[in-house]
């Protein structure tokens, strides 16, 4: 008997079985004790709702939204809303935080000083008041009639900025961004033998070519190419209005990534051995193609994991965008439960959404990481 | 014979000094005038605004207009209320010292005589203690103040040491269950953290808040603060315990293989030799987990809780204050500044002593 | 073997779940209340103007929390036992649901899907909100429609959302929606011009121009988009708590129209001036048990906090800074909606 029990591998399976069996107990008795709680409170469970109309619109959303849409549709919308600014903001931080780095390292004592102000500010303030902040001051921007106007075509004004655009229904822009999706993608799989600039070349013209069959077929003769923004009573008609709620959420959560992603990519190119970019010197390469070839992969190879978890982190702080007013997955999320008290199928979905998101970010990172890894014989 | 030359002396002159900074070449020189104009332009509007133009005293209230400077009279006269939230008025000396208590609870943490293994857990769990007596009383002649009417930067303070004392042997418990050879446990508890730290804090805390009561029994619920703090501390360990498990990776393979070789049991190998190492190894990422922790609090005023973030806006939320919310932002951005710029200061010069090899 | 596990879980779980379910049957939540002696009620998280708000002492005070006061008193004697639980509009329902707070007292309006599918219940109105549109005065709107096209603000997850949607489609009005989670954003936002017009809850609307760094830049638009009645809501099944809400709402009314005022209710009690005064106020006992309360209960309320009128007045009425007129909210006799129940 107690041979059985010292011996290493039975103790192991008793514990593993045990382990297994306390988390089944505690989710059986957690949804036990949640039915049982529901029914006492009578309330309607089910994602039922789903199929209702919700009776409220949207101020901002990439696919058609109104009181009738269903709360499906809504909550998908807000969850395009969501990925369109995390995106957006995934991007833009990036370029900013490039050039904070590039700064913080460059021999300009003012640059260098600028640089490092910029980042214990925008670091030490939590990004809620930065957004209210920047959210107070585009609002504070004069009023639609007093707008500023740049040549009648750039108008800004507390409604946002208006721009000019080209005119496309919404068909011709899911073709184009199917298009864009099947280009980007057939380059990232096909292992063709021509080069990678000549695949984005090749994509690039095919690209223009359905954009501009798109732009110039089946339209209206006097309707013109490229709309722009007009003021028509109360409200601009024309061209693409970029709302304040979205642009301080994005300005917002761009300046407050930046100072991290500028951390991390100081760190990366820091992390270079001096001794490889002094061997590049010494075989005779220029500035730029130390940079090129030896300090930028070394250095991106080194970074790469702490920016996927800034990335995720910034894509979770989209959340702040219920503060003042943009309707992202969260917000969408909590006002649907205000309106319908489905508070556990809504919370579910909105965890869901959230897995969903940061999983996709964390896979791609990591194909990319595959990608680039320092293949050694080992 | 040649003369001696003395070596070129090593001081640099000014002028040198800033050719060498700020003009070393054309571009270099073009940055750094755009930049220092930009600077005294916004140095100028800035200390206009909060200085010269300001209105600083509750008599004068009335010059508070859009057009003048920073009105500060709001903080003369809802400053209390920011820093203490709902806490009774008469009480409020209590939550001062209690704020004081966990400050140099944390000040001393930061001083490398406390860095061991026993002596940290008990200087937190001793202030903590003081903190929860003081502020909920109901001893020594001191009134009862149940948690619901705790507020303002107390809580914010509150807040952050339970996440700190709850969270850290959580993360402890995390990192070891996931490098455990068990495949299940470390499989169940690498799912765990990476589910927990792919979801925004806020959806965590709303579930702690609102959801949990649905869940458990109602013996074990606790209440509302104590959950949303539990709940905070288990998303702030599935982070920390990706920075200990990195520590514990970075100590080598071989001493690992010592102890075990003397005969040491797991737990002695565990608190005795790996996990001091792993956390000296990882101090600054801790400290920077720190940062971001204390930030965050701040959103616990989305699920009613009357942190200083939130004691901020009911202090602007009422018909006499209502068009001085910059200068109360302001004011809140600044309370947090002191907090984080200190920590990340102290994170920094340890990573400068670290790498000095003091530690 | 993992079956048998399983089981014994099932097993264990049944149980467990069974004895805490037996605890929460046993008695009714207005029993709880008072063996627990205090009463938890909604807050808010910040403030809505003339309804919940903060003091410089960090004290509660609006019209919501008189009536939670009004309400402690009733059931425990004294409003210090009304414990106010800071929540956002959001929590507000899962909060009831979950039981960590008692009462709903946060200007909730009785809707079908909130009566029907979350398990509550309302109290007779204690409140009627109009929903109306205010809009900057230099557009010189007469009516909502003159501001078709324009930006409307409201706030987030309260019932104005689908009301103002519902205007504006029976109008053919079109606009562009804005919807903030707190009432300080949307305020702030309106004040910078960032919304053509607020609509929403009369009181809130009110208190919003008065705040206003100069009031006479808004005004509020003659068309009523829809009559909210407000209720006080209790969990589907608390009865004894929904009687004794209902008839709080009702002594306070009672209390109004005839005359008894906080400062006189001694003297009232001392010398009933009719038989039913006497009942309202406990001088003819046999009154309150009928609620499971003491006798003096409306006594209590009226004494701590007043009559209707003398609420609202305090608060956002006359003698506040926000001056809302009585309007639908005053008696039938003075030409309102509010009338007291028959105490018999």
């Not at chain 1, 789903?50 to 696919?63: A, H, K, V, Y």
């Not at chain 1, 904070?100 to 460059?106: C, D, E, P």
């Not at chain 2, 565990?270 to 971001?292: C, W």
């Not at chain 3, 005070?61 to 009304?82: M, N, R, S, V, Y």
């Amino acid at each position: 008997m107690t041979q059985i029990f010292a011996s290493q591998k039975l103790r192991r399976t008793a514990i593993q079985t045990g382990f297994i069996a306390a988390i089944i107990f505690v989710i059986i008795a957690t949804v036990l004790t949640a039915q049982r709680n529901i029914a006492d409170q009578g309330m309607a469970t089910g994602f039922g709702f789903l199929e209702q109309t919700t009776g409220w619109p949207m101020n901002f959303s990439l696919i058609e939204v109104s009181g009738r849409s269903t709360y499906a549709r809504v909550l998908w919308a807000g969850l395009l809303n969501t990925i369109f600014v995390g995106i957006m903001t995934l991007f833009f931080a990036t370029l900013l935080g490039i050039l904070l780095a590039l700064m913080r390292i460059s021999s300009n004592a003012l640059m260098k000083l600028v640089g490092t102000i910029y980042v214990e500010v925008f670091r030490n303030v939590p990004v809620i008041l930065q957004v209210f902040f920047w959210y107070a001051l585009l609002t504070h921007l004069p009023n639609p009639k007093q707008a500023i106007n740049i040549g009648d075509a750039v108008l800004l004004s507390n409604r946002g900025l208006m721009l000019p655009s080209f005119s496309l229904s919404g068909n011709d822009i899911w073709i184009l961004l199917v298009t864009l999706i099947i280009g980007i993608a057939s380059i990232w799989i096909t292992k063709d033998k021509s080069t990678f600039t000549r695949r984005w070349g090749i994509f690039a013209g095919v690209f223009a070519l359905v954009f501009a069959i798109v732009l110039f077929t089946g339209r209206e003769p006097e309707v013109g190419l490229i709309s722009f923004p007009e003021l028509k009573g109360l409200r601009f008609v024309g061209g693409v209005t970029l709302k304040p709620e979205f642009s301080a959420l994005l300005i917002g959560l761009v300046l407050f990534g930046a100072s991290y992603i500028g951390e991390i990519i100081r760190g990366g190119l820091l992390s270079v051995d001096q001794g490889k970019l002094e061997a590049g010197t010494a075989l005779g390469l220029s500035g730029f193609q130390i940079n090129r070839f030896i300090r930028i992969p070394l250095a991106f190879r080194a970074m790469l994991p702490s920016l996927t978890n800034q990335y995720i982190w910034l894509m979770k702080g989209t959340t702040v965008g219920i503060a003042i007013g943009y309707p992202d997955y969260f917000a969408i999320i909590s006002t649907a439960i205000n309106q319908s008290g489905q508070t556990l199928e809504l919370l579910a979905l909105l965890m869901g959404g959230f897995i969903l998101i940061n999983y996709s970010i964390g896979f791609a990172m990591n194909r990319i990481n595959e990608h680039i890894k320092l293949k050694g014989r080992t | 014979m040649i003369e001696a030359v003395p070596p070129p002396s090593a001081r640099m002159s000014t002028l040198n000094w800033a050719r060498k900074n700020f003009f070393a070449t054309w571009y270099d020189a073009v940055f750094s005038i755009i930049l220092a104009v930009l600077i005294i332009m916004g140095l100028n509007a800035l200390i206009g605004w909060a200085f010269l133009d300001a209105i600083w005293s509750v008599e004068n209230k009335d010059q508070c207009t859009y057009d003048a400077g920073a009105c500060w009279a709001v903080i003369e006269s809802r400053g209390r209320l920011i820093l203490f939230g709902l806490y009774p008025y008469e009480e409020q000396w209590r939550s001062t010292i209690a704020c004081l208590v966990v400050i140099s609870t944390i000040a001393l943490s930061c001083l490398p005589v406390f860095w061991s293994i026993r002596r940290i857990p008990i200087l937190w769990i001793a202030g903590f203690t003081i903190f929860v007596l003081l502020m909920r009383g109901g001893f020594a002649g001191m009134p009862l103040v149940s948690s619901d009417q705790w507020g303002g930067l107390s809580l914010t303070i509150f807040i952050f040491a339970g996440v700190f004392v709850i969270g850290m042997p959580l993360a402890v418990l995390f990192a070891l269950a996931r490098r455990s050879n068990l495949p299940v446990i470390a499989k169940s508890f690498g799912f765990f953290i990476d589910i927990v730290r792919s979801l925004p804090l806020l959806t965590i805390l709303f579930a702690a808040a609102v959801i949990v009561p649905l869940l458990l029994p109602e013996a074990i619920q606790g209440n509302k603060l104590m959950r949303v703090v539990i709940a905070f501390a288990i998303f702030f360990a599935a982070y920390q315990a990706e920075i200990i498990r990195a520590g514990l990776q970075s100590t080598p393979k071989g001493q690992e293989e010592a102890a075990v070789a003397l005969g040491m049991p797991y737990w002695s190998l565990i608190s005795d030799i790996l996990l001091p190492q792993a956390f000296r190894n990882t101090l600054p990422s801790t400290i920077n987990q720190a940062v971001i922790t204390f930030k965050e609090t701040s959103i616990v005023t989305i699920i009613g809780f009357f942190e200083v973030m939130a004691s901020g806006n009911a202090a602007i939320g009422n018909g006499e204050w209502g068009n001085q919310y910059v200068e109360v932002y302001v004011f809140l951005a600044l309370i947090y500044f002191i907090f984080v710029f200190g920590l990340s200061r102290y994170g920094a010069w340890l990573e400068t002593r670290m790498r000095l090899g003091h530690a | 073997m993992i079956k048998k596990i399983k089981s014994l879980a099932f097993a264990a779980a049944v149980t467990l779940s069974g004895i805490t379910g037996a605890q929460a049957e046993g008695q009714g939540l207005l029993d709880t209340i008072i063996e627990r002696g205090s009463l938890n009620c909604t807050g808010h998280n910040g403030s809505y103007l003339g309804f919940a708000e903060v003091d410089a002492n960090g004290a509660w005070q609006g019209f919501d929390i008189e009536f939670c006061k009004a309400l402690a008193t009733a059931i425990l004697g004294t409003p210090d036992k009304a414990n106010i639980v800071p929540i956002s509009w959001a929590q507000r329902f899962p909060a009831i649901q979950s039981g960590d707070i008692d009462v709903i007292i946060k200007v909730t309006g009785w809707t079908m899907t909130r009566d029907t599918e979350l398990g509550l219940q309302y109290s007779r109105p204690y409140f009627i909100g109009p929903f109306y549109v205010m809009s900057k005065t230099e557009l010189e709107a007469k009516s909502v429609k003159d501001l078709e096209g324009g930006v409307f603000c409201v706030n987030a997850g309260t019932t104005i959302e689908r009301v103002l949607t519902d205007y504006m489609e029976t109008n053919g009005i079109s606009y562009e929606p804005l919807s903030f989670e707190k009432g300080e954003e949307l305020r702030a936002a309106f004040y910078a011009g960032r919304c053509d017009a607020i609509a929403g809850f009369g009181p809130f609307l009110s208190a919003t121009r008065v705040n206003a760094p100069n009031p006479d830049d808004f005004e509020i638009l003659g068309d009523v988009l829809k009559l909210e009645p407000e209720g006080i809501v209790v969990r589907q099944g608390e009865d004894d708590l929904l009687d004794v809400v209902n008839w709080m709402v009702s002594a306070l009314l009672m209390a109004e129209e005839n005359g008894i005022t906080q400062a006189n209710v001694d003297e009232m009690k001392a010398n009933p001036p009719s038989a039913s005064i006497g009942r309202l106020l406990g001088a003819t006992p046999g009154v309150g048990s009928r609620l499971g309360l003491q006798d003096d209960w409306a006594y209590n309320v009226i004494k701590t906090v007043g009559n209707y009128g003398e609420i609202y007045s305090r608060t956002i009425g006359e003698g506040s800074r926000y001056k809302l007129p009585r309007g639908l909210n005053n008696l039938w006799s003075n030409g309102g909606l509010l009338y007291p129940l028959v105490l018999d």
